[in-house]
Every structure is written in structure tokens, then in C-alpha cells.
């Protein structure tokens, strides 16, 4: 079993719609959380970054954090064709830098 | 400009050859990183490195190499001991020792195939 269990997708919307992508985890160590963006042949940027539980709000984004139920969610409202991306969550521990990574979800909003 | 580089974009090999990847990056970060990220897979972490002239094996640096000789350059190579090594590589760098918990950022990527 992985450490980190991200669907894979693809996860497909209407443009307008909110995308709703989520992960769960089984290492309780895990302390400080993110969300990644990345297009195809692209490096993955980032886009959140949130440390426990708890949310976060950056425009069009929300991320959620339930570290009693090891699960990590975004939100994308408003979603627009230029959302269309295979978005990764990542996770690290107190202590060093090292990210576990989920495997990605691909989304396609269409217009 | 400011940012993470990797040449080149794209690569092709002969199996039995080693082959080296370039990062280069002026963010003047501490740490930098090397994943391989393959479909379904996600991102795992291959070597990384807190300072100039130490790095650390990842969970699969079988197959690998790297130096850090200047805190700019982290070049990973490819050597014919991986066994399956057609992937698309991403070189990543992070904040400050201080902030061991900043996160990355990452170089857009070469992809490599080996036939």
C-alpha cells in the first residue's frame, strides 16, 4: 500500500464547475501539505501550501487538511480550461524536506 | 530571470551508455533534488542534496549518480546499471537549511528514453 493514495483520474468538468480533488495518507508524521499543478511535459509548480490541519484560500483555490482522518482536499471554483492539468499532493514530515508524493489526478475542464 | 534549468529537453540514448542530465539553478537554494516520475507513479526522490559537496541517496538511487561541486549545479547520471531507465526526470530545489520545511520548486524536466 502506498504512503500516499491520489486517484488517477481523468476527472472531467464543465467549465464553471468546481473541481473537488482530494488524498489520503497513512503516516500520522505527516505535518506540512501541498498541492502541485503540472501540464503535460511541464515541471510541477507550486500551488498550495498549508502545515496541519485546517484551510487555506488563494483566489480561486481551497485547500482542506483533516489530519484526524489523514485526508487532504482542493478546490478549484470557477473552474476554467486552462484548470486542465494532472494536479499532485505532497507531503512531508517535521523534520527535512523530503516530499512523498501522491500519483497525480489528471483534470480536463471542458468549454 | 530566476529559476531552475534543465537541459536538455529531450534525450535519447543507446542502452549501455551513461548519460548525464543537467540542473542548473540562481533561486540560491541550499537543497536541491532529483525525482523520476513515471505514469501512475508520482515523483520519487532519486538524490538530494543540503550543501555543496554532500548528497544523500533517495528511495531508488540504484542505477545513479551524482556531484554537487558548486551550489548552482546538481547534474544526475544515468549510468547502464538502471535497468529501466526511460522516464522523465525533474530536478528540484528547496529553501534554506534553516527551512527544512519550505517547499520545492521544481525545473521543467528532461525526458529521457533509452532504447
Known amino acids: 500500500q502506498k504512503e500516499v493514495e491520489q486517484d488517477p483520474g481523468p476527472l472531467s468538468v464543465p467549465e464553471g464547475a468546481i473541481v473537488s480533488l482530494n488524498c489520503t495518507y497513512s503516516?500520522?508524521?505527516?505535518?506540512?501539505f501541498m498541492w502541485y499543478r503540472q501540464y503535460s511535459r511541464k515541471g510541477p509548480e507550486l500551488l498550495m501550501y498549508?502545515?496541519?490541519?485546517g484551510n487555506k484560500e488563494d483566489g480561486r483555490f481551497t485547500a482542506q487538511v483533516d489530519k484526524s482522518s489523514k485526508y487532504i482536499s482542493l478546490f478549484i471554483r470557477d473552474s476554467q480550461p486552462s484548470d486542465s492539468a494532472t494536479y499532485l499532493c505532497?507531503?512531508?514530515?517535521?523534520?527535512?524536506?523530503?516530499?512523498?508524493f501522491g500519483g497525480g489526478t489528471r483534470v480536463l475542464v471542458k468549454p | 530571470d530566476g529559476g531552475i534549468t534543465q537541459s536538455p529537453k529531450y534525450l535519447f540514448r543507446k542502452e549501455g551508455q551513461n548519460v548525464t542530465l543537467s540542473c542548473e539553478q540562481n533561486l540560491n537554494h541550499d537543497a536541491m533534488y532529483w525525482y523520476r516520475q513515471d505514469p501512475g507513479q508520482g515523483l520519487r526522490l532519486i538524490y538530494y542534496?543540503?550543501?555543496?559537496?554532500?548528497?544523500q541517496k533517495g528511495d531508488i538511487a540504484e542505477g545513479y549518480s551524482v556531484s554537487r561541486e558548486k551550489k548552482e549545479s546538481f547534474p544526475l547520471t544515468v549510468t547502464s546499471a538502471q535497468k529501466n531507465p526511460t522516464a522523465f526526470y525533474l530536478c528540484?530545489?528547496?529553501?534554506?537549511?534553516?527551512?527544512?520545511?519550505?517547499?520545492?520548486?521544481f525545473g521543467n524536466g528532461t525526458r529521457l528514453t533509452v532504447t
Open positions: 542534496s543540503q550543501i555543496v559537496n554532500d548528497f
Open positions: 498549508t502545515y496541519s490541519s
Open positions: 505532497a507531503m512531508s514530515k517535521a523534520a527535512g524536506n523530503k516530499l512523498t
Open positions: 528540484a530545489t528547496g529553501g534554506d537549511r534553516g527551512q527544512y520545511n519550505s517547499p520545492l520548486h
Open positions: 503516516n500520522s508524521a505527516f505535518q506540512y
